[in-house]
T-cell receptor, first 111, second 112 residues
Framework: SQQGEEDPQALSIQEGENATMNCSYKTSINNLQWYRQNSGRGLVHLILIRSNEREKHSGRLRVTLDTSKKSSSLLITASRAADTASYFC???????????FGTGTRLTIIP | EPEVTQTPSHQVTQMGQEVILRCVPISNHLYFYWYRQILGQKVEFLVSFYNNEISEKSEIFDDQFSVERPDGSNFTLKIRSTKLEDSAMYFCASISDIQEQYFGPGTRLTVT
């Protein structure tokens, strides 16, 4: 597997349900960031979690990080139709902070 | 809220032509990046730029690519002689003092 792989690749849920996406990575990281991308559009920064943090919240988003398992999860609570998008995790190295992106999870919220 | 801007939003060019993609990073950010995303694929790192020089570049960033910060605000990516496989969405990004990396809306480059 490659640095930053999300699962599932695609997820469809009913509006109002919670959506959980997972990300695994292979190397040591400085931080991990989650992004949203609507089809053909730019990358919207959602949340950053540092390697010494285990959990972080921002509005309806909850991110966890387990550095021993090299994995992270993104939970979106009370999903809305507007949450339909692709979600990517990206890991940042120490030093120049270049990001290595995962393959993404395509989330579809069914109204 | 400050944001990264990119122009043009869409560029169509013929194979072998030079293109310049432009970015205005967020003003107090110090590290700048270019990434690209070929349709349906992952976002890939191209190059990082700090203190007016390249700090790291990927294997993709060969001699056909160059970056420049010609003034205090613009950050450009030049592709000297475009190939069909350069067709992609190109994203510029800059990093805040708390390491959050913000992306521009992208330039869709189509090489025909």
């Amino acid at each position: 597997s490659q640095q930053g792989e999300e699962d599932p690749q695609a997820l469809s849920i009913q509006e109002g349900e919670n959506a959980t996406m997972n990300c695994s990575y292979k190397t040591s990281i400085n931080n991990l960031q989650w992004y949203r991308q609507n089809s053909g559009r730019g990358l919207v920064h959602l949340i950053l979690i540092r390697s010494n943090e285990r959990e972080k919240h921002s509005g309806r988003l909850r991110v966890t990080l387990d550095t021993s398992k090299k994995s992270s999860s993104l939970l979106i609570t009370a999903s809305r139709a507007a949450d339909t998008a692709s979600y990517f995790c990206a890991t940042a190295n120490f030093g120049n902070e270049k990001l290595t992106f995962g393959t993404g999870t395509r989330l579809t919220i069914i109204p | 809220e400050p944001e990264v801007t990119q122009t043009p939003s869409h560029q169509v060019t013929q194979m072998g032509q030079e293109v310049i993609l432009r970015c205005v990073p967020i003003s107090n950010h110090l590290y700048f990046y270019w990434y690209r995303q070929i349709l349906g694929q992952k976002v890939e790192f191209l190059v990082s730029f700090y203190n007016n020089e390249i700090s790291e570049k990927s294997e993709i960033f060969d001699d056909q690519f160059s970056v420049e910060r010609p003034d205090g605000s613009n950050f450009t990516l030049k592709i000297r002689s475009t190939k069909l496989e350069d067709s992609a969405m190109y994203f510029c990004a800059s990093i805040s003092d708390i390491q959050e990396q913000y992306f521009g809306p992208g330039t869709r480059l189509t090489v025909t």
